[in-house]
């Protein structure tokens, strides 16, 4: 109990020494956004029917999968750090866990959680106080599964078989809730939702609130043997094994540029970290178009390979900060550049999966050819533009390949920045074919043209604009990489300027949500009404009224360059201000 108490103290002592600047800003968003998800789940509490069960299922979900986004979850104090004292496993584990309850995702978790006092009100006194028992071993149960998932994955990505298979399970989940909907649709009976989500390990906490008082010892149970493995598989992080280069070809090229390229595809190969991104972005891509087939709509699957091109830029989007110091080898070679090896060797990984998956699933479709080819031509050369130019402009500093410790997801002590770029990413990469889907959408063929133009012109034009920007900045950006440290200059990095709380949570609301009106409502929904598809959809534009359909796509995507806009004009207003 000692060592617990003192994890916790420590923790607590570190994010009250670190929660300042940009890093609070971005913590009291996230939690404003948390607090506002946690009254939603409060509310469901009030409802007849397994509405509670179901969203403490995708609160389970977000505990194990949305550590892979953020270098592997909380990691203020980490197993390595205690190694030298020796501790005995069981007990390293139990402090290590008290001490993942201080923090905000704890919290608002706890808070959500306590939408089980409310069923308990409402099934009576004695329901009430079984509720408090329960939220603390649900959440208990909630941090473990995401602790004993990140282990296993750990160990997972120390073999090419390990992340692949991580990569499709983790790539599946995130888009079975991303089309959850389609699901509940399918499956729900009279708009209620299947009982059995309240026999999943987060629903224990429900059914034992409702009476089922068995429930509770089973949550015991569970966390006693989450403990106990999580306590086997931190003997095993500090134990990671390398890949052997042994019957590796030689590498031969003739040029700089193929020198760069050989390098690259062999780092593809080799990092497991970015075998697991790619065939993450690979079934992502496929199940999230994949979906809407549980209601026999095959609409969405052309969209498989746009969707997979989108994904694993984003995936990539730190492609420069990921390779850490070797950057200096080509600084110290007057002259060379190595901006378009990286942007060859990113089309030849990415190029043949997407066009296999657009060709395949448009031809199951039958159609629609144009659009599909030229949103996908547009795609892949604004993807091996954006690529390595956001990676310069905003280049997070990443962890050296050699020095990663035990957990190889995390790849930068910044987990923030890094997903703030990656969805700025999703955002850059996916506006690059608005053009060719416009021209597709009103002539048809000539979009693919269009769209062969603008991937051309984005893989000429900002692969030229990269290289400039390493030539004039390449000292500033080794210097990141090595030490880590931005330089006081904010013409590095996207940066925020100093903002109230307020304008900080409208600037990242409109950025984070923005896509969902210009994208989906808007212009996906412009394309479906211009080819006549209406039925099977779920934009809003469709189940209008005719005479309401295209004032309401243009309603949304004017809502989303509105939230766009703003996002841009707040920061830029305080910035001239400051």
């Excluded at 080799?270 to 709509?297: K, M, N």
């Excluded at 006081?488 to 409109?510: D, N, Q, W, Y």
């Amino acid at each position: 109990m000692a060592v617990a108490v003192t994890m916790a103290r420590m923790k607590v002592a570190i994010l009250r020494h670190s929660m300042t600047g940009q890093r609070g800003g971005m913590v009291a968003i996230a939690g404003t956004l948390g607090v506002v998800l946690a009254a939603g789940t409060i509310y469901l509490a009030t409802l007849d029917g397994d509405w509670l069960a179901a969203a403490y299922a995708v609160w389970m979900l977000g505990w194990i999968i949305g550590p892979v986004f953020s270098g592997g979850g909380d990691e203020t104090l980490r197993p390595e750090y205690f190694a030298p004292l020796g501790l005995p496993l069981r007990r390293l584990a139990t402090g290590l866990l008290v001490a993942t309850f201080v923090g905000v995702a704890p919290a608002i978790s706890l808070l959500a959680l306590s939408g089980l006092t409310v069923l308990g009100v409402r099934q009576g006194g004695l329901a009430a106080l079984v509720a408090l028992p329960a939220m603390v071993l649900q959440l208990a149960v909630f941090v473990l599964l995401s602790k004993v998932a990140v282990a296993v994955l750990g160990i997972a990505l120390r073999s090419r078989v390990g992340a692949i298979g991580a990569g499709l399970i983790n790539g599946a989940v995130l888009a079975f809730l991303g089309q959850g909907w389609v699901f509940a649709f399918a499956f729900g009976q009279g708009g209620q939702i299947p009982p059995v989500v309240r026999y999943l390990p987060s629903g224990w906490g429900v059914l034992a609130v409702q009476g089922d008082y068995a429930a509770l010892a089973a949550m015991v149970v569970l966390i006693a043997l989450l403990l106990g493995a999580w306590a086997a598989l931190l003997s095993r992080r500090a134990g990671a094994s390398r890949p052997s280069a042994r019957g590796r070809r030689p590498m031969r090229a003739a040029s700089a540029r193929e020198a760069v390229l050989a390098k690259e595809l062999r780092t593809w190969t080799r990092d497991l970290v970015r075998t697991h991104q790619l065939t993450f972005a690979l079934a992502y891509g496929v199940f999230f178009a994949a979906a809407p087939l549980v209601l026999g709509w095959t609409g969405m699957l052309p969209w498989a390979g746009p969707i997979f091109i989108v994904m694993a830029a984003s995936m990539t989007s730190n492609l420069y900060g990921l390779d850490g110091t070797a950057h200096w080898l080509t600084l110290m070679t007057p002259g060379a550049s190595d901006v378009r090896g990286r942007q060859l060797a990113w089309l030849v990984t990415v190029a043949p999966v997407a066009v296999v998956l657009a060709v395949t699933f448009t031809a199951v479709n039958g159609g629609p050819w144009p659009m599909i080819i030229a949103v996908t031509a547009a795609l892949l050369g604004g993807g091996a533009g954006m690529v390595p130019l956001i990676s310069v402009y905003a280049l997070v500093p990443g962890i050296d390949p050699q020095r990663r410790g035990g957990n190889p997801l995390r790849t930068s002590e910044d987990d923030g920045a890094l997903t703030g770029l990656a969805y700025l990413m999703m955002v850059l990469v996916a506006a690059t074919a608005v053009p060719a889907g416009v021209v597709a959408a009103l002539f048809g063929w000539p979009g693919v043209a269009v769209g062969v133009l603008t991937g051309a012109l984005c893989f000429w034009g900002l692969g030229v604009r990269t290289e400039r920007r390493l030539a004039a900045r390449g000292p500033e950006l080794l210097d990141m990489m090595r030490t880590g440290r931005r330089p006081a200059s904010s013409s590095m990095t996207f940066k925020l300027p100093e903002m109230p709380k307020t304008a900080r949570i409208v600037t990242m609301t409109c950025w984070t949500l923005g896509a969902i009106p210009l994208f989906p409502q808007g212009i996906l929904a412009a394309i479906f009404l211009t080819n006549g598809q209406l039925e099977h959809s779920w934009f809003l534009a469709t189940y209008m009224s005719p005479g309401l359909r295209w004032p309401t796509a243009i309603f949304m995507i004017l809502l989303g360059l509105t939230m766009y806009g703003l996002g841009l004009w707040i920061p830029a207003r305080y910035r001239k201000v400051t």
